[in-house]
């Protein structure tokens, strides 16, 4: 990340989820952000037998995938899983190549992660959060007194005139009023 971006992000400490087969989630340390990204740092499975799969996700709940290729189960246009698949044997720790930060798209900003482990065997995955911040602080605002109703109503009117004027919306959005030339 070049020098001038890291001021705008915030880092969080990693964070260890998981257990048992099973839905997880977490949410983002700070909501309140322009955006919020995670990254995965490692994965790691316990110490029964068999492979543990995950599916990690910043858009919604994962499906289990068919992990074994039954009929009828496969991936294709109609269905996707939104996220990152890993799957490994017993009692190993991995740690991704470097994923680059992966946005958040879930509204709640949260993070899902599904974890299918074999009999009564866990497994976890550590994440790391950062938040963009917000860097646009509004100009003050006009004030008018609820009593004159039509003088807030000019103003609101004058203020979507222009910023319609400053995207560059054709000039018929700045007529004073587009019901008197009938």
């Given at each position: 990340?070049?020098?001038?971006?890291?001021d705008?992000?915030?880092e969080?400490?990693?964070?260890m989820?998981?257990?048992?087969t099973g839905?997880?989630?977490v949410?983002?340390?700070?909501v309140s952000?322009?955006w919020?990204?995670?990254n995965?740092i490692s994965?790691?499975?316990?110490?029964?037998?068999?492979?543990?799969g995950f599916?990690?996700?910043?858009?919604?709940?994962?499906?289990?995938?068919?992990?074994?290729?039954?009929?009828?189960?496969?991936?294709?246009?109609?269905?996707?899983?939104h996220?990152?698949v890993f799957?490994?044997?017993?009692?190993?720790?991995?740690?991704?190549?470097?994923?680059?930060?992966?946005?958040v798209t879930n509204?709640?900003?949260?993070?899902?992660?599904?974890?299918?482990?074999?009999?009564?065997?866990?497994?976890?995955?550590?994440?790391?959060?950062r938040?963009?911040l917000?860097?646009?602080?509004?100009?003050?605002?006009h004030?008018?007194?609820p009593?004159?109703?039509a003088?807030m109503?000019?103003?609101r009117?004058e203020?979507?005139?222009?910023r319609?004027?400053?995207?560059?919306?054709?000039?018929?959005?700045?007529?004073?009023?587009p019901?008197e030339?009938?």
């Amino acid at each position: 990340m070049p020098d001038g971006d890291r001021d705008l992000y915030q880092e969080f400490d990693p964070i260890m989820i998981g257990g048992p087969t099973g839905d997880y989630s977490v949410i983002a340390p700070m909501v309140s952000s322009r955006w919020v990204e995670f990254n995965i740092i490692s994965i790691a499975t316990g110490d029964v037998s068999g492979a543990t799969g995950f599916v990690i996700s910043g858009n919604s709940v994962p499906k289990q995938p068919n992990w074994v290729g039954a009929a009828g189960t496969a991936l294709d246009t109609d269905h996707v899983v939104h996220g990152i698949v890993f799957r490994l044997a017993q009692t190993q720790t991995i740690t991704p190549a470097p994923i680059a930060w992966i946005r958040v798209t879930n509204s709640e900003k949260k993070v899902f992660i599904r974890i299918d482990t074999q009999n009564s065997d866990s497994a976890y995955v550590t994440l790391q959060f950062r938040a963009r911040l917000i860097d646009t602080i509004p100009g003050p605002s006009h004030v008018v007194h609820p009593d004159h109703m039509a003088n807030m109503n000019k103003l609101r009117s004058e203020t979507t005139k222009q910023r319609l004027a400053d995207l560059g919306i054709p000039g018929y959005a700045q007529d004073d009023d587009p019901k008197e030339g009938r």
